[in-house]
């Protein structure tokens, strides 16, 4: 079974701090996401990652900067919490190499900026 | 605008009784995605699938690409049920398979 974990699962920030929200799994899979979730709504893409070392910016990308340090790992990085950023936050793994493959989700981590 | 739309937004079941949750995708998409978040918040998968009809219980679920839609029926709904019903799909043609998420589907079964 899929394995995806994110720490801390729930966090309050103050407005300009410093916030990192990491996510870790064990699948052995390539692509790794992270996306946020407003309440009452879906989920948007934030950044993503084929592989370590390397990041690209998804749909909503303005106040966050990601880390893939290693193939396991990937972070979200608030430089400057804003209130606009309270939302939970989901991170997803996938496989690589393949046309089609579902993605596999973490079980969120709920950010509240003061 | 909108890619992926999503009806009912609120969906009311009785025990026993059955329904279906609707996604329409105003781009073509390669793939589908339909999710369960569950009380806790948690995303379970329910499906993928790049076309076709797949069935799992008491779920099943179609995705049509050249029509643009993908549909999850529920059938005997229980009350473990209840939760919110999200679809997402991937567009053809961006990197990195990304997901698109509809706006999501509340289903409370009652008894």
């Known amino acids: 079974e899929a394995a995806v974990t994110q720490s801390p699962r729930s966090k309050v920030a103050v407005t300009g701090g410093k916030v990192t929200l990491s996510c870790h799994q064990t699948?052995?899979?390539?692509?790794m996401y992270w996306y946020r979730q407003d309440t009452g709504h879906g989920l948007r893409l934030i950044h993503y990652?084929?592989?370590?070392?390397?990041?690209e910016k998804g749909d909503i990308p303005d106040g966050y900067k990601a880390s893939r340090p290693s193939q396991e790992n990937f972070s979200l990085i608030l430089e400057l919490a804003s209130l606009s950023q309270t939302a939970v936050y989901f991170c997803?793994?996938?496989?690589?190499?393949?046309?089609?493959?579902?993605?596999?989700f973490g079980p969120g981590t709920r950010l509240t900026v003061l | 605008g909108d890619q992926v739309e999503q009806s009912p937004s609120a969906l009311s079941l009785h025990e026993g009784t059955g329904s279906a949750l609707r996604c329409n995708f105003t781009?073509?998409?390669?793939?589908v995605q339909w999710f369960q978040q569950n009380s806790r918040g948690s995303l379970i998968n329910l499906f993928y699938?790049?076309?076709g009809t797949k069935e799992n219980g008491r779920l099943k679920s179609t995705f049509n690409s050249k029509e643009s839609y993908s549909t999850l029926h529920i059938r005997d709904a229980q009350l473990e049920d209840s939760g919110t019903y999200f679809c997402?799909?991937?567009?053809?043609?961006?990197?990195?398979?990304?997901?698109?998420f509809g706006i999501g589907t509340l289903l409370s079964v009652k008894p």
């Open positions: 997402a799909a991937e567009r053809y043609g961006s990197s990195g398979n990304k997901l698109i």
């Open positions: 699948n052995n899979h390539d692509y």
């Open positions: 699938l790049a076309s």
């Open positions: 997803a793994s996938r496989k690589g190499g393949l046309n089609y493959a579902e993605q596999f």
């Open positions: 781009t073509t998409m390669r793939a």
């Open positions: 990652s084929y592989v370590a070392d390397s990041t």
